[in-house]
Structure formats: structure tokens, C-alpha cells
């Protein structure tokens, strides 16, 4: 007898705890997303399925668009993102603006139409105003012209500018701006040239 | 495959005789045509779009007695207003089909009248479902056709069926959805209003609003930088692509959802396609 109130007690509480936490999470529209395109994509070329999964970064940015997420989760998230950041090994910050002209302009890497042995672009002028002599740049990032002019080259500078290159995620969460070397889509060398293109007094960038 | 005047030419002369049935005019994506280098195929075109020929052919393969079973999609194919009705049929898609018991865009309803209705080959259509100069798209002549014929129809989905209800949402869902080697989701790109990437103008398609009714309304479109008509099916698989994601199947769930939502964003806009693109 005990043991059936205990039971009827069990029974009646189940959907209760499980109403809550169903309503504690929401209806999770990312997991509806994902298992609809888990049959409605297939692998091709370099882009697998794995890449349809989402990374806390991604699921966070997902879950609440068009709005933004909530604080707690995303203070979280945006230390892990911080903590991904690798300095470059030789510490030094700068290669060569030429290069990284050639990388800022190059939108191809990635795509399954891509090869994979090329090295990937950083597609930067997509988004960004740098060279007054490239006139096809996107809006949806700033104007990056006179960058360096305008900022100097200090330590500080080039490590705010190492780090928003390598994951700018750890700054703004829900950017549009890749993780460029989080993600492994730049070398170090590339992010090099790159950050030589943006601070190199002789970088068209800066005239 | 670039336009050639030579080609140019031949388009005129068959457009001018087309023209009685032919409406299709030239709307443009780019705000800023000030900037707009395509402005000049537009000069070029005057009010001529190559999706005529397009057109004209889907027309033939729509009356044409074709396939084992020996019927014409104009008697058979309903696509959602009614057998063999056309008017206004684009503007109310997708929709729910009781016969399939699914949610279709004109791309995977076609695809339904010609194999089941007409005994066709569905690998064969589906081998050539996006033309490439000879090798023709009979889905893309049709679609020219058929969208051409809801010129001027405000898009109204139903929306009353519970599927077309639940399309709309995951559509959603996958419009915000990031991921890939560079998190990018629909709204990356289209999230706003007046950005543009290099110098292409960016709708935003996440709102319902002016961009997303005149984005719409002119798809499937003549891309001039394909030398082909194009539909949605191929413009979201191309997107897809470049958001670094793995290939987006043709007439899949994921198609038809996200189209479901670009078309409700759209809504009281009036079709204008085919439409003429970069």
C-alpha cells in the first residue's frame, strides 16, 4: 500500500517535471532546423554533413535570431571564444601587406565548388572598405581604410586586431564576421599578411 | 557562358513575335542602379528578357501530349487553382496537395504532373533540372511559362493546412540557422536592409517588407551571368553553397520549407518574374 501511494505519487508528478522542463528550454528550433536538413542536404566535395551541426557559438547566435541572446549563456560562450585565441609562435604580429592584399581580395575556401588544396581567402573587401583603389567592397562591415594611420601600431592594437582576425566572436558573439583562425579557415602566416595589409604604413590601406 | 550580341539578336527577332503572349519585364534586385554594372544588359534588353525563349518552350512542353500515358499537363496538371489552370498558380505556392500529402514549390509539384500524371522519367527530368546551355531544363521552361502567366498576382499563400503551417516555421528556423566553417546563416546576408557584399545589393529577406516582396516576385529569373532561367530551388541551393554548407537536395524538405518563408515575407507583392538577374 506504501508503495502504490509512492507510485501514484511518481506517476502524477512525471508530467509535471517534464511540462517544466520542456517549457524551461522552449521549443529547441535549432534541433527542428538541423533534423529537416539532415535529409535534405548530402556531402559534396569538402563540405561534409558535419558541418550542418552547430557549435555552442553558432546554436546561441541560431536559438534567439533575429533578437540577441541572452546574457549568462553568451558571457560563457564569448570566454570560451577569447580563451581559442592563439598568439602568433615567433610573437611577431606582422607579414607581408602584399599577401594579404591578395588574401582580403580571394572570396573562394570552403565551398564544396572549392578545391582544397588551394588556401583559403579572407574575402575581406566582401564586407569591408580597405584600399580606396578597390571600389567593389561590401557594407556590412566597417570601413577599415587608414586603419593603421589612424590607430598606430601599438602592442595593444595589434593584439585587439590579432585576436578580432583570429575570433571575433570573443568580442561580438553574434557577428557576421568568420572565425577566421578559431576555425581554422586562415593560416597564422595568412592573418600575418592580413595584419600587415591593415598596419603596414606602405599598404595601400594606409595611403 | 557569356551573352553574345549575335545571341542578343536572335532573341529580339523571336522576342518581338512572342510578345502577344510574352509579359515578362525587367525588374531589378539592385537598388543602386546607379552602380549597377548589369545596368547595361538592361540598356541592351530594352524591354526584352531572354527568359522569353524560355517561356515559349515551357508553353509547348505545358500543351504537348508527352509521355508513356499520353496526356498534356494542360488537362492534367493541377497546380493548386485547378487542372491545367496556370493564372495565379505561382502566387499561391507552395502549398499543400492532398494527392501527395506534402507541401510543394512549382519546382516538386511539375515534377509530381510529369511522373506520376504523364509516365515521365523522374531521374531522367531531374538529370538535366538545371540547364546548361544544350542540355536543356524542361522544369525551368515550364516554371518561365507558368510564373509568367501570374504577372501582376499579389502572393497569397493559404497557409491553412497544418503542414503548410508547420513548413513556414522550420523555413524559419533554417533561415537563422548557423553553421559551417564560417557560421553563416541566410540572415548573414540577408538580415537587413541597404548592405550590399562587393557591390551586389543584399535584401533583407528576414522581414516582411519592400525587399523581400521585390526579391521574390521576381524569381525564377534569367540570371545573365548563367545564360538560364533559374528558380528558387536553384538560388537557395546556391546560397547554401556559399554558406559553406554541403549541397542542398533539389526539391528537398529543406527547399520547400525555407521557400515557404521567403514567399510569406513576400506576401501583397505582384509577380513580376520572370525576372532578369546578374
Redesign the interface.
Known amino acids: 500500500m506504501h508503495s502504490l501511494i509512492r507510485l501514484v505519487i511518481l506517476l502524477a508528478a512525471v508530467p509535471v517535471v517534464s511540462g517544466a522542463a520542456v517549457h524551461a528550454t522552449q521549443p529547441d ?2 534541433a ?3 533534423s ?2 539532415k ?6 566535395g569538402q ?3 558535419d ?4 557549435d555552442k ?3 546561441l ?2 536559438l534567439h ?2 533578437a540577441a541572446p541572452p546574457a549568462e549563456p553568451t558571457a560563457k560562450v564569448v570566454a570560451a571564444n577569447l580563451a581559442s585565441i592563439k598568439l602568433p609562435a615567433d610573437g611577431k604580429f606582422l607579414g607581408d601587406w602584399k599577401r594579404g592584399q591578395a588574401i582580403a581580395e580571394e572570396g573562394t575556401g ?4 572549392d578545391d582544397p588544396a588551394k588556401p583559403s581567402g579572407g574575402n575581406c ?3 569591408h572598405e580597405l584600399d580606396k583603389q578597390q ?6 562591415g566597417p570601413s577599415l581604410y587608414r586603419y593603421g594611420k589612424n590607430r598606430g601600431s601599438s602592442e595593444p592594437i595589434l593584439k585587439l586586431t590579432w585576436d578580432m582576425l583570429y575570433d571575433m ?1 570573443g568580442y561580438a558573439v553574434c557577428t ?1 564576421m ?2 577566421f583562425g578559431s ?3 586562415l593560416t597564422e602566416q595568412q592573418i600575418k599578411d592580413v595584419m600587415a595589409l591593415l598596419f603596414d604604413p606602405d599598404s595601400p590601406v594606409n595611403k | 557562358m557569356k551573352v553574345k550580341s549575335r545571341q542578343l539578336m536572335w532573341w529580339l527577332a523571336i522576342g518581338g513575335a512572342a510578345a502577344s503572349s510574352f509579359a515578362a519585364s525587367l525588374v531589378w534586385a539592385q537598388s543602386d542602379s546607379g552602380s549597377d554594372p548589369v545596368a547595361e544588359y538592361r540598356a541592351m534588353f530594352g524591354d526584352d528578357n531572354p527568359a522569353a525563349l524560355w517561356v515559349m518552350r515551357g508553353q509547348g512542353l505545358w500543351q504537348e501530349v508527352r509521355g508513356p500515358k499520353h496526356v498534356a499537363l494542360a488537362t492534367t496538371c493541377d497546380l493548386g487553382m485547378g487542372k491545367g489552370i496556370i493564372k495565379g498558380a505561382y502566387a499561391h505556392l507552395p502549398r499543400y496537395f492532398a494527392d501527395t500529402r506534402k507541401v510543394q514549390d512549382l519546382d516538386t509539384r511539375l515534377l509530381t504532373c510529369m511522373v506520376k500524371g504523364q509516365g515521365l522519367d523522374q531521374a531522367e527530368i531531374l538529370k538535366n533540372r538545371f540547364g546548361d546551355g544544350d542540355r536543356k531544363s524542361d522544369i525551368e521552361a515550364l516554371a518561365a511559362y507558368i510564373v509568367d502567366a501570374s504577372q501582376g498576382v499579389p502572393i497569397n499563400l493559404p497557409m491553412q493546412h497544418p503542414e503548410e503551417k508547420r513548413a513556414y516555421e522550420l523555413g524559419k528556423a533554417i533561415f537563422f540557422y548557423r553553421a559551417g566553417t564560417h557560421d553563416f546563416s541566410c540572415a548573414s546576408c540577408h538580415g537587413q536592409s541597404g548592405k550590399r557584399i562587393r557591390l551586389q545589393s543584399l535584401p533583407d529577406l528576414a522581414t516582411a517588407g519592400k525587399d523581400a516582396r521585390d526579391t521574390y516576385t521576381t524569381w525564377p529569373a534569367y540570371r545573365v551571368s548563367q545564360g538560364e532561367v533559374r528558380t528558387m530551388e536553384w538560388r537557395i541551393g546556391d546560397c547554401f553553397r556559399q554558406q559553406r554548407l554541403p549541397e542542398l537536395k533539389y526539391g528537398s524538405e529543406a527547399a520547400i520549407d525555407l521557400t515557404m518563408f521567403l514567399a510569406k515575407n513576400a506576401e501583397g507583392g505582384k509577380m513580376a518574374a520572370p525576372g532578369l538577374k546578374r
Not at chain 1, 51 to 54: E, F, P, W
Not at chain 1, 110 to 113: A, I, K, V
Open positions: 528550433r535549432n527542428q532546423a538541423l529537416v536538413m535529409t535534405s542536404f548530402q556531402a559534396k563540405a561534409g554533413m558541418r550542418l551541426n552547430q557559438t553558432q546554436a547566435c541560431s535570431a533575429p570552403e565551398q564544396y565548388s573587401y566582401a564586407c571600389i567593389a567592397y561590401g557594407t556590412i566572436k557576421a568568420p572565425r576555425k581554422g579557415i
